[in-house]
C-alpha cells in the first residue's frame, strides 16, 4: 500500500512539474499585461472569490480586463479552463474574448465555455437530448401570415396589404416580447380576463345622468375593442406555438425559454452543469433581460455567495425595447451581496470627447455610477479639425450626407484610414443617403450590422427583374427594367430610350433605331436580350440554381457584380436564397417557385444576416446598437433630430394591448423612460470616438416636408459649449458642373416635358422626386404589376358601372355589382400575374366592401345625381415665358347641386392614407378644380370636392369632403410653373435620386444608373 501511495505521489509531482513548465511562457506574458493595469482593474483581476459587479463605463479596458481574470483563474487556482462559462450578448464579442485569450494562454484558450445566451441555451438542450432547430425568421412569418391572410385575421390587420405587413410584424413583435418576460399564451389570456373584468368599474360614469346608469364611457369602449383584439392575438399566439411544435422548431426566444424548463424538470442534468462549471463570467449584464436572468440564476442555484463576475455599465443600457431588465447590476448587489469595483479611466476617448458625453448624461441627471470617468488617452486630433467634438447643421438630408462624404474623403487625403472611421445613425435606413454620396466620390465603404434584403440592393433589383422575365416572359415591365443594368451594352440614355422599343428587341428587329441608339448599340442590345430569351427557353426545366447562375454569367451581371463588393454579397445572399428554396412538394424548385419564396421574404422585409465587416480599409456605417463595443478614430453621428431620438422604440401599445411589465420592456414604462434610454444610446454614440465626433442633423427631408427641429441632445451639446456649424447651401451649378451628357440628356427631358401633358399623378410624383416623375411619368418604363393597383382599376370599373346604371335609370344591385368587379378584376389575369391565393383574397375583399358601399353610399349617390367620369385632354397652362403647358385629367365622379357648380369626386380602394397621402389627394381634388375651371371657361366653379374611400377593416367606407380655395389653386399654378421652371434649367438631374420606399422594383435603381452616368459625363 505505502509502495502504490509513493508511486501515486510521484505521478503527481511529475504531473504538476509538467504543468508548472506548460504555464511558465503563460505566467511571464500575464505578469507583463498584469503590470499594465491600473489600480481598479488589477482589483477586478484579482478578486477570484465570491460574486464581483465590475461597472466599467466606454474606453475603459472591459474586455481585457475579462479576459486577464479568466487567466488570472486558471493560472491561481489551477482550475481546468473547462470549468470557466463566459456568457456575453453577441457573436462578435465571444470571438473577441476567444481570440484575446487564445492569445494569452495558447490552445488552452479554446476550453473555456465562451458563447452568448442563446448559444449556451442551445448547447444544453442539445447536450440533454432535446433535438433543437431554430425556426428562421421566414418560417416564423409565414406562420402569421397564413392567421392574417384567413378570414379571421382580417378582424385585426385590416384590408389594406400595408395593413396585414404591419399587423404581420406587430404579432410577432408582441409573442417575442411575452416569451422575453415569460409570458405564455395562458398567461396573456388570464390577464386579458382580469382586465375585461375590471372595466364596469374602472371606466364607469363618475356621476351618471339618466341613460348612462350602467353603461361605461367611451374610452372602456374603446378599451374593451383593444381587449378583444388583444383575445386575437392571444388565441394567434398559441396557434403559432401549436404550430411550431408541430413543425419541431423553436423561435429565438423559445431556445432559452425551453433550456429554462429542461433545467427546472432535470435536476440531474442541472447538478452536471453546476457541477461543470465553477466560475461564471458575464459581460454587459445591464442588457440582460428575464429570461437571460432566470437561466443565469437557475446556473448559479441558491448559493448564497456564487462564482461569478458580472460586468457591466447602467449609463450603456440600450436594449431595454428587447426586454432588458433595468437595475440588474444594483439587482446582483443586492441579492448576493456582490462586491463592487469601479474602472474609473478611460483610455479610449480625448478628454473633451468624454467631458462632453459626461455633460450630456449630467443634462438629463442619468449619471450614476461613471460618469467622471478619468481621461487617460492621448490622441492627437483629427487633422483639419479645430475641435474634437462637433455639431453640424444642414439644410436638408442630402446637404448632411453631402457634408459627411466630403469630410470623410478629406481625412483619407491627410492619411486617416478608412477602417479608423465610422458613420453611425439611430435608425440604418438613415445611412443610405451618406452610402450614396460616398459612392459618388468613390470612397470604399460598407453597411454592417443589418441582414441583407437583396432586392433592395439597385443593381440586384435590376438583376432580380431579369430573372422575373426569364421566369415569366409575359411579366409586364420585367425586361424593360432589366435593359437598364449597367452591365447591359450601351449608355444609361440609350438603355432607357431602347427600353422603349422592347418589343422590337424582343422580336429580333432592328430597322427604326430610337432616337440617340447608335446601329452598333442597337444590335448589341438585340443579341443580349435574344440570349437572355434563350436562357428563358429552359427555365421551367432546369434547377432555379442553374438558372439563376447561367443569368448571371450570360448578362455579364457577374463579370460587373465582382468589381462591387457590397452588390456582389448580395448576389451571394440571393443564390443562396435560391438554393435554400424548395418546390410545392419539398422537391428542386423550378425559378418562378424560388422567386415565389424571395418575394416573400422581401415582402416581409426579412433579412440574412451575414453581411460582415470588411478586412479591407472601409468605412463603416452602422447603427450606434450595432457600434455598441466598437471603437473609431472619427465618427460621425447623422440624423440627429427630434423626430428620430428622444422617443426611441415608443409604442404605447402599439396595436395590442402589453402587461404592464411587458409594456415597459417596449416602451420605457414612460416617456421619460423612453427620453433616458435614448440619452444613453447617445451617449454610446458619442463615446465610439477616440480622436473627433460630428454630430448632424437637417433642417427639413425632403425639402417639401415641414420643419425638423434638433434633437435635445443637440441641444445639450450646444449648452454645454459646443459650437453649432451652419452649412451654407450653394446654388446646384455651383455644386455640380454641367458634363455634356447631362446637358444633352437635359434638353431631351425638356423636349418630353413639354410635349407629353402633365397630370396630376405626374405632379405628384415629381414632387416626391424629380427622378420618380421622370422614371414613372415621362419615360412611363413599366414596373410590373401591383395586386393593390389592379384591385384600385377594377373597382374603379365597377363604381363607374353602378353610376352609370344610376344615371340611366336602372337600379343595379349588389350582386350586379359585384358581378361587374368580378369582370374587370378576372379581365386582369390575376391568378396568372399574382397567385391564386392572392387573386381570392382581393376577389374576397371586393365582396365584402363593394356591397357595403352600395347600402351606406349609394342611396346618397342617387340623390345627388352622382355622374361617373369627367375626362379632360390639353388644357392649356401659360407659363410667364410665354410657352405653353398642357394639362391632363379625369375625374371619377362628380354632380352638380345647381348651376354653375360641381362638386367632383375621387373614389380610392384604400382606407385614408398618413398626412403625405393626404396633402396629395387633396391636390388631386384641387388639380380637378383648376381643369374643370379653365376649361369651362369660370362658367362653372368648383368649391368642394370628397374623397370617397372604399376599403375594408377600420376605418370602412370613409366620404371626406374638403373645401377647395381659389387661394389653394393658386398655390398649385406656382408649384406647377417652379416644376417647368426646374425641368428647363435641368436642375432636378443634378440631384441624386432619393425616391419613397412605395416605388415598385427596378424603378430607383434606373434613377440611380442615369445619375451615376450623368455625373461620369
Known amino acids: 500500500m505505502a509502495h502504490l501511495l509513493c ?17 511558465s511562457a ?109 425556426a428562421d425568421e421566414l418560417a416564423q412569418y409565414e406562420i402569421v401570415e397564413a392567421f392574417v391572410e384567413s378570414e379571421e385575421g382580417r378582424a385585426i390587420a385590416g384590408g389594406s396589404e400595408h395593413s396585414r405587413q404591419g399587423a404581420i410584424q406587430d404579432l410577432l413583435e408582441l409573442f417575442h416580447g411575452l416569451k422575453r418576460e415569460g409570458w405564455s399564451p395562458q398567461a396573456y389570456r388570464a390577464w386579458i380576463a382580469e382586465e375585461r373584468a375590471r372595466v364596469p368599474e374602472q371606466f364607469a360614469y363618475k356621476r351618471p345622468r339618466k341613460g348612462q346608469e350602467g353603461n361605461i364611457t367611451k374610452e ?18 398559441a396557434r403559432y406555438e401549436a404550430e411550431l411544435a408541430r413543425r419541431g422548431l423553436v423561435d429565438f426566444e423559445g431556445v432559452i425559454a425551453q433550456a429554462i ?88 476617448s480625448r478628454p473633451e470627447i468624454l467631458h462632453r458625453a459626461g455633460a450630456l448624461l449630467r443634462a438629463g441627471g442619468e449619471a450614476h455610477w461613471v460618469h467622471n470617468l478619468t481621461p487617460r488617452a492621448r490622441e492627437e486630433l483629427l487633422p483639419g479639425w479645430g475641435d474634437a467634438v ?38 440604418h435606413d438613415q445611412l443610405s443617403a451618406v452610402a450614396r454620396e460616398l459612392s459618388e466620390l468613390g470612397v470604399p465603404h460598407q453597411l454592417v450590422g443589418r441582414g441583407v434584403v437583396p432586392q433592395r440592393e439597385p443593381a440586384v433589383r435590376l438583376f432580380y427583374a431579369l430573372l422575373q422575365a426569364i421566369a415569366d416572359p409575359r411579366r409586364e415591365g420585367a ?47 438585340g443579341e443580349w436580350v435574344l440570349k437572355m430569351r434563350a436562357v428563358a427557353e429552359e427555365a421551367s426545366a432546369r434547377p432555379a440554381e442553374e438558372v439563376v447562375i447561367r443569368a448571371a454569367r450570360e448578362s455579364d451581371f457577374l463579370g460587373w457584380a465582382a468589381r462591387e463588393p457590397v452588390v456582389y454579397h448580395a448576389f451571394e445572399v440571393l443564390l443562396e436564397d435560391v438554393r435554400a428554396a424548395q418546390g410545392p412538394e419539398g422537391g428542386v424548385p423550378i425559378l418562378r417557385e424560388a422567386l415565389a419564396r424571395l418575394e416573400r421574404r422581401a415582402r416581409g422585409g426579412i433579412r440574412r444576416e451575414g453581411a460582415p465587416l470588411l478586412s479591407g480599409d472601409v468605412v463603416r456605417l452602422m447603427t450606434v446598437h450595432f457600434a455598441k463595443g466598437q471603437e473609431f478614430d472619427a465618427v460621425f453621428l447623422v440624423g440627429a433630430s427630434a423626430s428620430v431620438w428622444e422617443e426611441g422604440s415608443a409604442r404605447e401599445g ?170 374587370a378584376w378576372d379581365a386582369q389575369e390575376p391568378a396568372l400575374w399574382f397567385g391564386q391565393e392572392v387573386a381570392e383574397r382581393y376577389a374576397g375583399q371586393a365582396r365584402e366592401v363593394l356591397p357595403a358601399w352600395a347600402r351606406k353610399r349609394g342611396g346618397w349617390a342617387r340623390e345627388v345625381g352622382l355622374r361617373p367620369k369627367r375626362r379632360f385632354a ?43 397621402f393626404r396633402e396629395d389627394y387633396e391636390r388631386q381634388l384641387l388639380f380637378y378644380k383648376l381643369l374643370w375651371e379653365r376649361e369651362s371657361g369660370g362658367r362653372e366653379r368648383v368649391h368642394r370636392g370628397v374623397l370617397e374611400h372604399i376599403a375594408p377593416g377600420r376605418g370602412g367606407i370613409v366620404s371626406k369632403e374638403l373645401a377647395l380655395a381659389d387661394e389653394a389653386v393658386a398655390r398649385l399654378e406656382s408649384a406647377i410653373a417652379q416644376m417647368a421652371q426646374e425641368i428647363k434649367e435641368g436642375a432636378p438631374w443634378l440631384t441624386p435620386p432619393r425616391l419613397p420606399r412605395r416605388v415598385g422594383d427596378g424603378a430607383a435603381a434606373i434613377a440611380q444608373t442615369i445619375y451615376r452616368d450623368l455625373r461620369a459625363g
Open 7 to 23: 508511486l501515486g505521489h510521484n505521478v503527481r509531482m511529475a504531473r504538476r512539474a509538467q504543468h508548472a513548465s506548460s504555464f
Open 26 to 134: 503563460f505566467e511571464r506574458d500575464f505578469l507583463t499585461r498584469y503590470k499594465s493595469l491600473d489600480a481598479s482593474q488589477r482589483e477586478a483581476v484579482d478578486a477570484l472569490a465570491g460574486p464581483v459587479v465590475v461597472v466599467a463605463g466606454p474606453g475603459t479596458g472591459k474586455t481585457h480586463t475579462l479576459t486577464l481574470r479568466i487567466a488570472n483563474i486558471i493560472r491561481a487556482t489551477y482550475a481546468p479552463p473547462s470549468a470557466i462559462l463566459a456568457l456575453t450578448f453577441s457573436d462578435a464579442a465571444a470571438r473577441e474574448m476567444r481570440a484575446r485569450l487564445i492569445g494569452l494562454i495558447g490552445p488552452s484558450g479554446y476550453e473555456p465555455t465562451i458563447t452568448t445566451f442563446h448559444g449556451f441555451a442551445g448547447k444544453i438542450l442539445q447536450e440533454f437530448g432535446q433535438r433543437v432547430e431554430v
Open 220 to 237: 372602456g369602449e374603446r378599451y374593451l375593442e383593444r381587449l378583444n383584439r388583444a383575445e386575437v392575438a392571444a388565441c394567434v399566439y
Open 261 to 348: 424548463a429542461l433545467l427546472e424538470e432535470d435536476p440531474t442534468a442541472l447538478q452536471t452543469l453546476r457541477e461543470r462549471y465553477l466560475s461564471v463570467l458575464i459581460d454587459e449584464f445591464q442588457d440582460t433581460n428575464p429570461l437571460q436572468l432566470t437561466l443565469a440564476q437557475i446556473l448559479l442555484g441558491d448559493e448564497p455567495r456564487p462564482e461569478v463576475f458580472v460586468v457591466g455599465d447602467p449609463e450603456q443600457a440600450i436594449y431595454r425595447f428587447q426586454g432588458a431588465a433595468s437595475g440588474t447590476l444594483e439587482l446582483v448587489c443586492k441579492m448576493w451581496g456582490a462586491r463592487r469595483v469601479v474602472l474609473g479611466a478611460n483610455y479610449r
Open 390 to 427: 462637433r455639431v453640424v447643421e444642414a439644410q436638408t438630408k442630402d446637404d448632411e450626407a453631402r457634408f459627411v462624404a466630403e469630410e470623410i474623403a478629406g481625412l483619407q487625403k491627410k492619411g486617416v484610414a478608412l477602417r479608423e472611421i465610422a458613420v453611425l445613425a439611430r435608425k
Open 479 to 525: 425586361w424593360a427594367q432589366a435593359l437598364q443594368g449597367p452591365w447591359v451594352p450601351g449608355r444609361a440614355e440609350e438603355r432607357l430610350w431602347a427600353g422603349e422599343r422592347i418589343a422590337d428587341l424582343l422580336a429580333g428587329k432592328g430597322e427604326k433605331l430610337p432616337a440617340g441608339v447608335s446601329n452598333n448599340v442597337w444590335k448589341a442590345l
Open 654 to 823: 402599439g396595436r395590442f394591448l402589453l402587461p404592464p411589465v411587458v409594456r415597459g420592456a417596449f416602451e420605457g414604462q414612460t416617456k421619460e423612460g423612453r427620453r433616458a434610454d435614448e440619452r444613453r444610446l447617445f451617449f454610446v454614440g458619442l463615446t465610439r470616438a477616440r480622436r473627433g465626433i460630428a454630430v448632424s442633423y437637417p433642417l427639413r427631408v425632403p425639402e417639401n416636408e415641414k420643419p425638423l427641429e434638433p434633437s435635445v441632445f443637440v441641444q445639450d451639446l450646444a449648452q454645454a459649449g459646443v459650437r453649432v456649424e451652419t452649412l451654407s447651401r450653394a446654388p446646384l451649378a455651383a455644386v455640380v458642373s454641367l458634363p455634356k451628357r447631362h446637358k444633352r440628356f437635359a434638353e431631351w427631358v425638356r423636349e418630353r416635358f413639354f410635349a407629353t401633358p402633365l397630370s396630376v399623378t405626374a405632379l405628384n410624383n415629381y414632387l416626391d422626386d424629380p427622378w420618380l416623375y421622370l422614371v414613372r411619368s415621362l419615360l412611363r418604363l413599366p414596373e410590373g404589376r401591383e395586386p393593390h393597383l389592379a384591385y384600385g382599376t377594377a373597382l374603379d370599373q365597377a363604381v363607374e358601372a353602378f353610376l352609370r346604371a344610376q344615371g340611366e335609370g336602372e337600379e343595379m344591385d349588389e350582386e350586379a355589382l359585384v358581378r361587374a368587379f368580378t369582370k
Open 874 to 916: 390639353d388644357v392649356a397652362f401659360a407659363l410667364s415665358s410665354g410657352e405653353t403647358l398642357w394639362l391632363k385629367g379625369e375625374v371619377d365622379a362628380w354632380f352638380s347641386p345647381q348651376a354653375g357648380e360641381v362638386v367632383v369626386v375621387d373614389i380610392k380602394s384604400g382606407a385614408p392614407g398618413n398626412s403625405e
